[in-house]
């Protein structure tokens, strides 16, 4: 069987799981006695194991038993220290570098060192957990087997001559959690080991066939490690006739020999030997692209599935009304059959956008442990919290919006905490719009430490530093090559970092706004669209051509009056609200002729490094939903224009973004404003 086709499912589900015991871990350190973490990592660890050995993944398979039998260990005694959670975590990490392995159709890495390293750490005096049981032969002498399955399913005891097993299975008096029905994986494999897939047919005159299935299998265990097995011994357990019993093994014995012992079994009727299907994709190429990032899955909600299914009716419907009263010119009926259009496509997108959606805990769920790492490199005391983790985001944004996140709360612990303290992660909704912020309640950012370090590499003058507000000159701080950081720390301070993380936020079509009072800690506040894909737009017209600015690239917009322009040095300028603002042209930086402005002057404020700039248009048209599409080559290299919508009149409209227009063109178009009015 061609098990490639379900690769897609097993890394879906297989990230989940690894992603639950990255969140879990880090509880099991703080209450070793909670039994139910235990049990539920456990049955993560089993679920890999037993997907991955069905596969035929077998290293991803050998590790996920070792790190059933660590959990086992804290299950047994109710204890975890530090360096067994350490143990678990290097596991885990060790886990995904596999997943990664098999989603690009690499060859599995190694895990012999880490399984190797498993009885020194155990083995430490000073480090080692009392009780905890590790994987003792993890090397070329792993010999023993392990029962085929050792995850709590019944023991039965069988005679040495084959009798009957007994009818009541011996249970311990506190049972792990039931596992999926998959079984578990021996000790490490034996150097230069093979793995076989194995079908066995049972006659149809055997007597007892569960029986003989179970003598076969402990058989089985005997001449080398069962990575998988089908019927299970629940599934045997319950009687029901049986007559082809499937595995994968590994062993030192070549196939013939296997082969010659098996048919000599009572009840076997006949053997089947193959090698699994991932060991032949490693001898035999595919033309398939290694790493398709387009191969990516998503699970989606059955109910939805049910809507999508129901709303194409509709429109199949909908298309049949409308063709058949247009043909018999009944317009009303057409102008009633467009509104009921409308309303389809609006439920339409709607859904669709849903389909997209994952909630903020799946970019959330490591930071528990990174929270761990950063306290014992820093030797502060750090108290994580996670609130709206349930808020739901684009993927697209999630994904971008990973690592960015990961610095902030780097940034928080390493300059924001002072010995103890506590690092906030919160998401919530407001009207069309997600707002993220990482807060701590450390000693906050210094304004006028901020101003002379800004000074000091040229970012700004005096005489710019005096009239700038406190809470402009925080944003300073997300200026390329900018930091405060007196030391340069393994964790932050290398003068890059939040330039990258307001650049991300900002091509996703977001805001970040930097908030801090002295004493009271500091909040780094990310304005979020839901989606990438539809976002809202301000239309402007600049020399006849259509442009389209993301609403939140937008402060203000408003008309001014030419009265109200004055200059100030070299620049023209406009007083808003307590503000200064400098007016750049956009028909000059897009070096598109404009005609003369009469009357009043329409303005589009947005912000630079900081700073609130005042774009001037010739006309504001009025804000409206956009459906971006990316831009092909060659067009995808120009500067500043992230994509392009098209209106319902066929017009093409570029969304432009100013941020990235600006960059290096700021202080000319600056100083020679007043030409352009």
């Not at 939140?552 to 917009?557: A, L, Y």
């Amino acid at each position: 069987m061609d098990m490639s086709k379900y690769k897609g499912m097993f890394l879906s589900e297989a990230g989940e799981h690894l992603a639950s015991m990255a969140k879990l871990v880090i509880s099991l350190e703080k209450d070793p006695s909670d039994r139910g973490v235990i049990d539920t990592m456990f049955r993560n660890a089993h679920s890999v194991k037993g997907m991955a050995a069905s596969m035929g993944y077998e290293n991803t398979a050998t590790l996920a038993h070792h790190l059933e039998d660590i959990l086992d260990g804290f299950r047994k005694t109710g204890e975890a220290s530090s360096d067994s959670v350490d143990t678990l975590l290097d596991g885990i990490d060790l886990l995904e570098g596999l997943m990664e392995d098999i989603e690009q159709d690499q060859s599995e890495r190694s895990v012999d060192e880490f399984l190797s390293s498993l009885p020194q750490r155990a083995e430490k005096p000073e480090t080692a957990t009392p009780g905890v049981v590790f994987p003792e032969d993890v090397g070329v002498e792993a010999t023993e087997p392990v029962a085929a399955d050792s995850s709590g399913g019944p023991d039965f005891d069988f005679d040495a001559d084959g009798d009957e097993p007994e009818t009541e299975a011996t249970v311990d008096s506190t049972p792990p959690p039931s596992p999926p029905a998959t079984p578990a994986v021996p000790k490490a494999p034996a150097a230069g080991s093979g793995v076989l897939a194995l079908q066995i047919d049972l006659s149809p005159e055997a007597a007892a066939p569960a029986a003989r299935a179970m003598l076969l299998f402990r058989e089985l265990e005997q001449i080398g490690e069962l990575l998988y097995r089908v019927p299970t011994a629940d599934e045997l357990a319950t009687g029901t006739p049986v007559r082809h019993l499937h595995a994968h093994l590994r062993t030192d014995q070549s196939p013939e020999q296997l082969q010659q012992m098996l048919e000599g079994q009572p009840d076997v009727s006949r053997v089947i030997l193959a090698e699994p299907e991932a060991k032949k994709s490693e001898k035999e190429p595919t033309s398939k692209v290694r790493g398709d990032e387009s191969l990516r899955t998503i699970r989606v909600r059955t109910d939805l599935l049910d809507r999508f299914i129901n709303l194409t009716g509709e429109l199949l419907t909908n298309r049949y009304m409308l063709q058949t009263a247009t043909k018999e010119e009944r317009w009303k009926d057409v102008k009633d059959g467009i509104g009921q259009l409308a309303r389809l496509i609006t439920d339409l997108h709607h859904h669709v956008l849903q389909v997209r959606m994952l909630p903020i805990e799946s970019i959330t769920g490591r930071l528990p442990r990174l929270i761990r790492e950063l306290g014992k490199k820093t030797g502060k005391d750090v108290t994580l919290r996670l609130e709206g983790d349930d808020i739901e985001l684009d993927r697209a944004i999630l994904d971008e919006l990973a690592d960015p996140l990961v610095h902030m709360v780097r940034n928080a612990v390493d300059h924001g905490i002072d010995k103890k303290g506590v690092v906030t992660v919160r998401a919530w909704r407001e009207k069309d719009m997600v707002l993220l912020s990482v807060a701590d309640d450390g000693w906050g950012m210094d304004p006028e430490v901020i101003r002379n370090k800004a000074i000091e590499k040229g970012l700004i003058t005096a005489t710019q530093a005096r009239s700038m507000r406190d809470r402009d000159a925080l944003q300073l701080v997300c200026v390329p090559g900018f930091s405060t950081a007196a030391q340069i720390t393994e964790t932050s301070g290398r003068g890059v970092g939040m330039d990258v993380v307001k650049n991300a936020v900002e091509t996703l079509g977001g805001m970040l706004q930097i908030e801090s009072e002295r004493g009271m800690g500091t909040r780094i506040l990310m304005k979020l669209p839901l989606s990438v894909a539809i976002i809202q737009i301000l239309l402007v017209d600049v020399g006849g051509n259509m442009l389209g600015i993301p609403i939140t690239r937008v402060g203000h917009s408003l008309e001014v009056d030419r009265k109200d322009i004055r200059a100030s040095g070299k620049q023209m300028v406009i007083q808003f609200e307590d503000d200064l603002i400098p007016l750049v042209s956009l028909s000059k930086m897009l070096e598109i002729s404009s005609p003369p402005r009469i009357g009043s002057i329409p303005v589009v404020i947005t912000e630079y490094r900081g700073r609130k700039l005042g774009l001037v248009v010739d006309r504001l048209i009025g804000q409206r939903e956009a459906f971006v599409k990316a831009l092909a080559p060659p067009l995808d290299r120009l500067t500043g224009v992230s994509g392009a919508t098209f209106l319902g009149e066929g017009n093409i409209v570029f969304i432009i973004d100013p941020q990235g227009m600006i960059e290096g063109k700021t202080m000319p178009l600056l100083s020679r404003a007043g030409e352009t009015l």
